[in-house]
């Protein structure tokens, strides 16, 4: 779970930190409807907290805990998906997360601390691809996003 250093209380917190604590609430709403079997509940949650997510990459002072809310977000929706049969929404998360990074890490409107982590963070969206392709061998779209050339053309993508 993504974990937030509190503020000292006389600097008021920036939106995105807020922001942060509401995604952190969602989930962890979402992973116990998830554990008790209400899957609907949890869908609810989980998709609220990508939502949330969305909104971050760019904006928020904590780019780590903004990309693994991403990541997070997309993943969880990814296992709640394959647990109700549901191989092709799974799939659509599993490679939306990975491209959105993909897209960030070479994007040069945004600072390098951004492409950076972003950088880093595909390396769990790549693994999860690869465990998805497993899961699902040939994959039309998880084999194209696990094929993305990351940074340039000479080196392999993770």
């Known amino acids: 779970m993504v974990h ?5 209380a006389a600097v008021p917190p920036p939106a995105t930190t807020s922001c ?3 995604w952190q609430r969602t989930t962890l ?3 116990r409807a ?5 899957h609907a509940a949890a869908l609810t949650q ?4 990508l939502s949330l997510a969305d909104t ?3 904006q928020s002072d904590d ?3 903004a990309l693994a809310a991403l990541v997070v977000s997309h993943h969880n929706l990814l296992t709640l998906y394959e647990l109700t ?3 092709e929404l799974a799939a659509a998360h599993a490679c939306r997360a990975h491209e959105l990074l993909h897209e960030m890490a070479l994007d040069p409107a945004l600072p390098e601390c951004w492409r950076e982590a972003a950088w880093r963070h595909g390396r769990a969206t790549y693994a999860e691809l690869l465990q998805f392709l497993q899961r699902h061998p040939g994959h039309e779209r998880a084999c194209r996003a696990a094929a993305l050339v990351w940074r340039d053309a000479t080196q392999p993508p993770h």
């Open 4 to 8: 937030i250093q509190p503020r000292p």
């Open 20 to 22: 942060l604590g509401v």
């Open 29 to 31: 709403r979402g992973n």
């Open 34 to 38: 998830y554990e008790r079997g209400d």
């Open 46 to 49: 989980y998709r609220a907290a």
């Open 56 to 58: 971050l990459p760019g």
């Open 63 to 65: 780019v780590e805990a």
């Open 85 to 87: 049969a549901q191989p």
